[in-house]
């Protein structure tokens, strides 16, 4: 839960509440789970309470979003600072342009997870709507909630103007083997939003959009479901008892999306490293990885880095009011309830 964070795909994490139940090989070995408990704050699995964060954490966003942020158009580097002619600090001249916070939310959570209060979702969502700022990035394993749980949440909302998608909400689902893919992206894809995407982390096998068709039910249109989305993260494992992400696992994913024009962003091996990439220190000739620690891996592929982003959709969203953003849960302007709560459409 930081203003700055080490995560290759985003700025800052911001965490609603805190705890989960493991759903997914993904899981197995979840670094939220050990940061948690380690603390004995949150107990974990079904059953369990969810620990809401403070009422001072939560108006963090709100800090974040009235705060000019930047990004250096040479070195990639974002941040705050006073103007776009301040320097970033690893650059010689002044070469900063605006740019837009991206949120990872939640990395000690799941926004779905059905075992949440509603409102605290709704709280959530209303906090989104009063940061037009910020780009949200809704990573979930549980793809098949999203569609309800927003329509609930939006219908506790009934705040004017408010609307689904919001325009600074990117939906993601984690799927790390075939079988999830097959499963989860046609969910995903069935939910309307600014920007779609997957992250394969950790990748635990080959995943092949071949055949996995956009709109199902509509097979004659021939597009692919890879061509839906807006963006693939992928990566390898990290921790004590990591699993290899196979090189060619990586190389084909990579390969599917510039064949296609989605951006692809690698965001690292893992405590494994392709053995070629080892320039001969390697006693196995055989093998295809070795465990040499996430550092010394590092996350270039084929000797590239791959960090790439997708489009900025348009941001335009109504201004809320102060009593608004003071107030969550807000009712119409009569102060009822609308007799319209907001529908999520799925693809016919």
Known sequence: MADVTSIEWCDSTFNPWMGCTRISPACDHCYAEQTTSRFGVVKWGVGQPRVRTSPTYWRKPLQWNAQPFYSCARCGWRGIASGPQAACG??????????????????????????????????????????????????????????????????????????????????????????????????????????????????????????????????????????????????????????????????????????????FLFKQWGEWAPTDMLEGDCNDPNAVMKHIGKKAAGRLLDGRMHHQFPDPPDHHIPALTSAQIAKPGACGQDGRPSAHPHQIRTNP
């Open 90 to 263: 690893q650059c010689p001249e002044p070469c900063l342009r605006p740019a837009r916070r991206r949120v990872f939310c939640a990395s000690l959570a799941d926004v779905f997870d059905g075992e949440v209060d509603p409102q605290w979702r709704a709280d959530l969502f209303h906090l989104i709507r009063s940061t037009p700022n910020l780009d949200w990035l809704l990573l979930t394993k549980r793809i098949g909630n999203a569609a309800d749980m927003i329509q609930e949440a939006m219908s506790r909302l009934q705040e004017p103007g408010c609307m689904w998608p919001m325009p600074n909400v990117w939906l993601g689902a984690t799927v790390v083997t075939q079988a999830e893919a097959d499963r989860d992206i046609p969910k995903l894809l069935a939910v309307p939003a600014a920007v779609r995407f997957l992250s394969i982390e950790p990748m635990l096998g080959p995943i092949s959009f071949e055949g996995m068709f956009a709109n199902p039910v509509r097979l004659n249109d021939g597009s692919n479901a890879l061509e839906a989305l807006d963006w693939v993260i992928c990566g390898g494992e990290s921790g004590k008892h990591a699993r290899p992400t196979h090189r060619d696992w990586v190389r084909s994913l990579r390969d599917q999306c510039k064949q296609v024009g989605v951006p």
